[in-house]
């Protein structure tokens, strides 16, 4: 079974803070790492490999530091991965970033699967993966929990609000996938020295034969007008008093606002 | 695409550097001038435009290449996605319709509401309505019965191509955001995620969609400018549904519409529904929401939490650390890896309130925090804190609560 996953480099939001002068995000010093859903569609391609054979491909779009991402997931045992990168590329939207995707992705040959996570912690759109999934022409099924193939056919369950639902997918199609589907491995020893050794293909905007009205800022329908911080929430109030003056005082301030 | 600055209008401020969420700007001395002047690094810009208003001085500019030439003002009216589970309009629906009728207002443009299902769903039509829709687009068909990507981007998008809206709104949901993401793509339509504030630009009449990033530690304002219809999923609970006050006409404006559905369209199955009993309230539906966590101590204290809700009529959540440790199920988890929620009160109790969590409920209306570390982080967003043992606290809250409805 020859796999595709797509994976992106994000800043670790954990860290990510607000410098309250400037109101303004510092990206000093915050690390990238490889999308954590991403890296539940990496282990869930790579068991899926274990029990199927086959290759597992990783894409990324980025700038050229992205291939620190894709190094990672050599390290975690996949066996090929392509950065995908060019000056064109930039300020690509999802509707460009899906469309570049499923171009590279067509250039791979003949593939089975091609799995994303469910969504990216910077951008949180979920956006993408269905959107290769239309370039493509192919089905798509959204946050996968459990995925089983048997004779060409994807039995997935997902995760909705309230149920899971269990769908059938003939392949190809894409997947997206959520936390709950796995824990991902570390990385292995040979796989690390493997990923230092690795050249990095690099594929540019010609080599995938892309539309330039499709690339980039300019193929992008949305634009980002502005970015702000949140106003802050008004001052908190920490209750005083035992335990009993506490509650008391919680009630009546709730009562006070109305909300109950 | 290009971005620029003005070596002449750059003072040197450094402001854009400081806007700059990807550290790709840079101070350089130049020769000619006792002013640096600020240079952008390509290969770390990402074109996002945050530097551009912070530059007073318009010394920064990106331009595209190419304006779309595409003619777009044929496109009028604005649609509501009509999300129905199990043959029942969703309240995001209502939510969207009673916003839908202010951007409506100001578009001075139709409101319109699209609904897919079977015959069976005629039952639900007058709801739309009653909270606000000019016109009900029906989308009738057997396959339509139960959502399915394909055959819901089949049908509606055949609709946008006839009837040509100039907006169109669908709940942040699990459904929303699986067709959304889709159907954007094959009407060539730009589409914002997860919005919590929509307005109309007075001047240019376009929509400015508003939105979480970076798990909610900066805001976005994101606009469709040359692409039509605009489209965003919003997310649920963040506006009001208000029944629409006007007096009804009596021959109700409904458009039926039978989708061709092809053979394609229906490859992927539903094979079955798993109910998962425990989570019966929809989270991120629920006004009051009561969260343990790992301060709860053991799996059985849960039952404390369970208690509070059910007198307040709220619903239970959960931190990931007491999901991962089998507690409770996956449906109750909030934050980065499971819900985002935003309620009129959440009661976190025994959280610590790390960034994921908080991303996934920190805007909510009333937030109380009851833990025994008086520097747990849950503390920086809560509106009322109580430090104090969740066993203690718990029982005494939900006591008090009985006694003061009696
Ligand atoms: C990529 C990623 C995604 C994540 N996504 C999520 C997510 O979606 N949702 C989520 O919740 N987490 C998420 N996490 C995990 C998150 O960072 C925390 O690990 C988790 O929220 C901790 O849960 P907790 O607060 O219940 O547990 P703890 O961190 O163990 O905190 C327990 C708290 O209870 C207090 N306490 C203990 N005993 C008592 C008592 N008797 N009375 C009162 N207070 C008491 C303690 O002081 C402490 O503050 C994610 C992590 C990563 C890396
Ligand atoms: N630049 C990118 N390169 C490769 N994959 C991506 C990229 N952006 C998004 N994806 C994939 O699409 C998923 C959803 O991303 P998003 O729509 O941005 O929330 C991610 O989890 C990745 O699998």
């Known amino acids: ?260 | 695409m290009s971005i620029k600055v003005f070596a002449e209008k750059c003072t040197g401020c450094t402001l854009c550097v400081k806007a700059c969420p990807f550290a790709a700007i840079t101070m350089q001395e130049r020769p000619e001038s006792k002013r640096k002047l600020a240079v952008i690094d390509l290969d770390q810009c990402t074109l996002c435009s945050a530097c551009i208003p912070s530059c007073k001085f318009n010394a920064i500019e990106i331009k595209a290449e190419k304006e779309s030439s595409k003619d777009i003002s044929h496109f009028k009216g604005i649609w509501v996605f009509a999300e129905q589970r199990e043959g029942e309009i969703q309240p995001v629906a209502f939510e969207l319709l009673s916003e839908g009728k202010k951007l409506a207002a100001d578009l001075n443009c139709e409101l319109a509401a699209v609904l897919c299902g079977d015959e069976s769903i005629d039952k639900e039509i007058n709801k739309l309505f009653e909270y606000g829709a000019d016109k009900v687009y029906l989308l009738q068909h057997k396959e339509l019965k139960d959502y399915r990507s394909l055959p819901y981007t089949r049908a509606i998008a055949e609709a946008i191509q006839k009837h040509k809206p100039e907006i169109f709104l669908l709940g942040a949901t699990t459904m929303g955001r699986d067709l959304a993401a889709r159907l954007a793509i094959r009407v060539g339509a730009g589409l914002t995620a997860d919005c919590t504030g929509l307005s109309i630009d007075p001047v240019k009449k376009i929509l400015q969609q508003t939105r979480p990033a970076f798990g909610g530690n900066i805001m976005a304002t994101i606009i469709s400018p040359n692409h039509r219809p605009q489209m965003a999923t919003v997310r649920p609970k963040v506006f009001k549904k208000t029944k629409d006050l006007r007096p009804k006409t009596k021959d109700l404006n409904i458009i039926k519409f039978s989708p061709v559905i092809n053979p394609e369209d229906l490859i992927v199955k539903i094979l079955e529904v798993i109910k998962d009993e425990s989570a019966k309230v929809n989270l991120q539906e629920a006004e009051i929401i009561v969260s343990g966590g790992r301060g709860l101590g053991d799996p059985k204290n849960f039952k404390l939490v369970e208690d509070l809700a059910k007198v307040l009529g709220g619903a239970v959540g959960a931190s990931r650390a007491t999901v991962d440790a089998g507690w409770i199920s996956a449906h109750h988890q909030v934050g980065q890896t499971g819900k985002t929620v935003a309620p009129k009160i959440y009661i976190a109790c025994g959280i610590a309130g790390k960034i994921q969590h908080l991303v996934g409920m920190q805007s909510s209306d009333t937030i109380v925090a009851i833990n025994k570390d008086p520097d747990a982080p849950i503390f920086k967003v809560a509106t009322y804190g109580i430090v104090g043992d969740v066993l203690e606290i718990l029982p005494l809250l939900t006591r008090k609560l009985q006694e003061s409805r009696r």
């Open chain 1, 1 to 260: 079974m020859e796999i595709v996953v797509c994976i992106k480099q994000v800043p670790d939001t954990t860290e990510v803070k607000i410098n309250p002068e400037t109101n303004t995000l510092i990206r000093d010093g915050v690390p990238s790492i490889i999308n954590p859903f991403d890296e539940n569609a990496i282990e869930a391609a790579l068991q899926l490999r274990e029990k199927h054979g086959g290759k597992v491909m990783v894409i990324t779009m980025g700038p050229p530091q992205a291939a620190e991402a894709l190094r990672a997931a050599i390290a975690m045992g996949v066996d090929e991965v392509a950065l995908i990168s060019d000056r064109a590329f930039a300020g690509s939207d999802t509707w460009a970033t899906s469309y570049t995707l499923s171009q590279a992705i067509k250039k791979l040959g003949k593939i089975d699967l091609i799995l994303c996570g469910k969504q990216a912690i910077d951008g949180d759109t979920a956006q993408v993966g269905p959107g290769i999934a239309e370039w493509l022409g192919i089905p798509q099924v959204t946050f996968a929990v459990k995925i089983e193939i048997n004779n060409n056919v994807a039995k997935v369950e997902r995760m909705l609000e309230e149920v899971n639902e269990v769908v059938e997918m003939p392949l190809p199609g894409v997947l997206t996938v959520v936390k709950q589907i796995n824990e991902p491995r570390m990385p292995s020893l040979k796989g690390m020295l493997k990923a230092k050794k690795t050249e990095i293909k690099t594929l540019s905007a010609a080599v995938l034969e892309a539309d330039p009205s499709n690339l980039g800022l300019n193929g992008s329908p949305t634009n980002v007008m502005k970015i702000f911080t949140p106003p802050p929430k008004g001052g908190g109030e920490m209750l005083q008093g035992d335990a009993s003056e506490m509650v008391d005082a919680l009630i009546g301030k709730l009562k006070e606002r109305k909300t109950i």
